[in-house]
C-alpha cells in the first residue's frame, strides 16, 4: 500500500463541514484529498500483488491542520489463485519541529494504524502500527524511515517491516525530474523466510500527470516470479498535488483531467462486474478546445472465477461539441462520438470494441436529458451487439440542497445467443467541492445469468474530478 498523509473516509467526507465548502478546500482546518494511478504491477515490499499485471488505484483523504488524518486506499489486486480488491483504511498523526531550533531543519513524524482488507477474502485482512520520520537536510533532498510492526489478530502475525526511502529532485536547468531510492526489510515472522526489497527508480511531472519508470528486486525467491526482478512504470495524479501544476506545461488548447471512485459495487448495463463487491476506478483524459479527446479508465473486476481476469482496462477517443443549429434550437445541443475499446489483460480473447454516438440536451435550467447508442464491432469472433443508453438528471435549487435526482434506462440488444434486456437506475447525487457522492438504485429484467450480479441492488459510490 502507497500510505499518503479512510471505507471511514466515505463517511466523514458527508458529514464533516467541509460539505459547506464549494471554492475554499478547507474549512475548520479539514482539508480533502484524493489520487489516482496506473501501474504496470502493484508491487508491494518487492513482491507483486498482481500476478505480474497492470492495477488501478485510487485514495480518498482527510487531514486536518492539527495532524490528525484518516483515509481509504484501493487496489486491484490478483494473488496467486486469489483475485479482488484490497481496501486499506488507515488514521494517524502527523506534524513537523525542528526542537525549539535545535535543528537546521524540520523533522517530520508521523504515527497511525493500518488496515488491510481483501474484500473476496475476508481471512487474508491484517493490522499494522507504523511509526515514521522525514528530514530534508538540504533543498530538493529528502529521506525518510518508516516502521512497520504487525499486529497479531485475526490468528495471523504480519511481523515488522522497515522502509528506508530517499529522493533528490534536480534542478529545473537539468530537467527538473526526481530520482528515487528505496530500501526494505520484512522480518515477517510467520516461518517463512526474511527478505530485503529495494528499488531505483525517477519520475517527472509532465502535464499534471506524475511519471515514473522504477526497477526493484528483492532476494526472496518464495513467490515463484512474483518477487523477480522487474521494471514498473506508474502514472498518477493527485488532488491538489505538485503535479496538477504542471499542466501549464501543455501545449495551448490541451487540458488534461483525472477522476478517482470507489464504489460498493461494480455495475455496467445492471450487472455487477466485482461479483457484488466494492471496486476502485479511476480515469485519465486529455482534451482539445477544438473538441477532441481521448482517455483510459480502468476498474478491478471479479466474475466468481478465479480464472477470469481481476482488472479492466478501457481505452476511449472521440469528439464532442455543443451547438444550437445557428439559432434554431433555444437551448444547445451536446453531441459526442467516438470509438470505445474494453480489455482484460490477463484475458485478451475477451477484448469487446464499441462505437457511439450520443447527444444531450438542457431544455430548461438544471435538467439535462441524453441518450448514447453503443454499436459492438464484432471481433475475435465476439459480437457485443448494441446498447442503448438513456438518462434523465434534474438538479433541485440551492435552497433545497443541489442535491441531483438521477435516473437511467439501458436496453441491451446482446446478439450472442443471450437475452436482451433492460435496465434501470434511480438515484440521488451530491457534489461537495470537488468531491461527488451517489446513492442508487439498480435493477434489470433479466434472467439469463445464474447468480446473484443481475439483482436489484444499493450502489453508493464516492468520486473526485481533477
Known amino acids: 500500500m502507497k500510505k499518503t498523509p479512510l471505507a471511514v473516509a466515505i463517511v466523514l467526507l458527508a458529514t464533516t463541514p467541509y460539505a459547506l465548502a464549494e471554492e475554499d478546500s478547507s474549512i475548520y482546518g479539514i482539508t480533502p484529498s484524493a489520487s489516482v494511478a496506473f501501474t504496470t504491477d502493484y508491487v508491494w515490499r518487492g513482491v507483486s500483488q498482481s500476478n505480474n499485471d497492470a ?18 486506499w484501493g487496489s486491484s489486486y490478483e494473488f496467486g489463485d486469489r483475485a479482488s480488491m484490497e481496501l486499506d483504511v488507515y488514521g494517524g498523526f502527523a506534524n513537523e519541529t525542528d526542537f525549539g531550533g535545535t535543528l537546521p531543519f524540520a523533522l517530520s513524524y508521523d504515527v497511525g494504524v493500518l ?76 516461518g517463512t523466510d526474511d527478505y530485503w526489497d ?84 479511476g480515469s485519465f483524459d486529455v482534451a482539445h478546445d477544438s473538441g477532441f479527446y481521448l482517455g483510459v479508465w480502468a476498474s478491478n473486476v471479479d466474475f466468481g472465477d478465479i480464472t477470469t481476469p481481476s482488472l479492466e482496462i478501457d481505452t476511449y477517443i472521440g469528439f464532442s461539441r455543443e451547438t444550437n443549429f445557428g439559432g434554431l434550437l433555444p437551448f444547445n445541443f451536446t453531441y459526442d462520438l467516438g470509438y470505445l475499446r474494453y480489455d482484460f489483460p490477463s484475458a485478451s480473447t475477451a477484448t469487446i ?21 453503443f454499436y459492438g464491432i464484432k471481433t475475435n469472433h465476439i459480437a457485443p451487439g448494441e446498447y442503448t443508453d438513456m438518462g434523465i438528471d434534474y438538479t433541485l435549487p440551492d435552497a433545497l440542497g443541489a442535491v441531483t435526482l438521477l435516473s437511467h434506462a439501458g436496453y441491451y440488444n446482446q446478439k450472442r ?50
Request: glycine fraction near 10%; avoid cysteine.
Open 353 to 373: 470494441n464499441e462505437l457511439y454516438i450520443g447527444g444531450s440536451i438542457a431544455p430548461v435550467e438544471n435538467l439535462n436529458v441524453g441518450v448514447t447508442y
Open 115 to 190: 488496515r488491510y482488507e481483501y474484500t473476496d477474502e475476508p481471512d487474508l485482512g491484517f493490522t499494522e502500527l507504523y511509526f515514521g520520520a522525514s528530514v530534508s537536510p538540504f533543498e530538493n533532498f529528502n529521506f525518510s524511515t518508516y516502521y512497520y510492526y504487525g499486529l497479531k489478530v485475526d490468528h495471523t502475525r504480519p511481523g515488522e517491516y522497515t522502509d528506508l526511502a530517499a529522493d533528490y529532485t534536480v534542478p529545473d536547468s537539468l530537467g527538473g525530474f526526481t530520482l528515487l531510492g528505496h530500501a526494505g526489510y520484512y522480518n515477517k515472522k510467520d
Open 198 to 281: 529495494w528499488k531505483i527508480g525517477i519520475a517527472k511531472d509532465i502535464g499534471g500527470f506524475n511519471f515514473e519508470v522504477a526497477y526493484t528486486d528483492t532476494d526472496d525467491s518464495s513467490n515463484g516470479n512474483l518477487d523477480d526482478a522487474r521494471v514498473v512504470a506508474t502514472v498518477s495524479r493527485e488532488l491538489g498535488g505538485s503535479s496538477a501544476e504542471s499542466a501549464s506545461m501543455l501545449p495551448e488548447g490541451f487540458e488534461t483531467s483525472a477522476t478517482a471512485a470507489l464504489t460498493t459495487d461494480y455495475i455496467w448495463r445492471g450487472v455487477s462486474q466485482t461479483n457484488n463487491n466494492p471496486a476502485v476506478q
Open 55 to 72: 492495477a488501478i488505484q485510487g485514495s480518498f483523504d482527510l487531514s486536518h491542520e492539527m495532524g490528525f488524518y484518516v483515509g481509504a
Open 417 to 466: 445467443g443471450a437475452d436482451d434486456y433492460w435496465d434501470w437506475k434511480l438515484g440521488v447525487a451530491k457534489d461537495f467541492g470537488d468531491f461527488n457522492f451517489e446513492v442508487a438504485y439498480t435493477e434489470t429484467d433479466d434472467t439469463g445469468i445464474d447468480s446473484k450480479t443481475d439483482d436489484a441492488k444499493v450502489v453508493g459510490t464516492i468520486s473526485a474530478t481533477f
